[in-house]
């Protein structure tokens, strides 16, 4: 049963917002990518960082002689084969200051910091994302 009471509620205590005390952090990177700006990619176990410069569409997966479309970038040799990396698993396009990430229909999926992507729709890339295509995990950085 609610009960009321007939006492008077005291109000909100109003608080002086004083620089310093407060500060937003930002949890995500810029999503802005500069004209001249590069991408470098960490991929997770390989020590050598890999750098791209982004065209209109670059497409990520691995190669394969039998196959007569070809990845931009291929990663079988960072394990993509044992780790479930599609022919033509993803692209990333560039658009005037911005870049997206496409799955392309891949078999183990593409996912956008921990979130699967739908098939064929482009997801905004920020600087610091994670993407991880099948089980392979890499760092984007934007220069």
């Given at each position: 049963?609610?009960?009321?009471?007939?006492?008077?509620?005291?109000?909100?205590?109003?608080?002086?917002?004083?620089?310093?005390e407060v500060v937003a952090k930002a949890t995500w990177g810029t999503a802005r990518f500069g004209e001249d700006a590069?991408?470098?990619?960490?991929?997770?176990?390989?020590?050598?960082?890999?750098?791209?410069?982004?065209?209109?569409?670059?497409?990520?997966?691995?190669?394969?002689?039998?196959?007569?479309?070809?990845?931009?970038?291929?990663?079988?040799?960072?394990?993509?084969?044992?780790?479930?990396?599609?022919?033509?698993?993803?692209?990333?396009?560039?658009?005037?200051?911005?870049?997206?990430?496409?799955?392309?229909?891949?078999?183990?999926?593409?996912?956008?910091?921990?979130?699967?992507?739908?098939?064929?729709?482009?997801?905004?890339?920020?600087?610091?994302?994670?993407?991880?295509?099948?089980?392979?995990?890499?760092?984007?950085?934007?220069?």
């Amino acid at each position: 049963m609610l009960q009321t009471s007939s006492k008077v509620a005291a109000s909100t205590k109003h608080l002086n917002n004083t620089s310093g005390e407060v500060v937003a952090k930002a949890t995500w990177g810029t999503a802005r990518f500069g004209e001249d700006a590069i991408v470098t990619l960490r991929i997770r176990d390989v020590a050598e960082a890999i750098m791209l410069h982004p065209t209109r569409q670059t497409v990520l997966g691995r190669s394969d002689s039998d196959s007569p479309k070809q990845p931009d970038l291929d990663l079988t040799s960072m394990g993509g084969f044992e780790k479930g990396v599609s022919r033509l698993h993803a692209a990333i396009s560039r658009s005037e200051d911005t870049l997206m990430l496409m799955d392309l229909g891949s078999v183990n999926g593409t996912y956008l910091n921990g979130q699967r992507l739908i098939p064929n729709q482009a997801r905004v890339l920020r600087d610091g994302d994670e993407i991880r295509l099948g089980k392979l995990v890499a760092h984007i950085y934007f220069r």
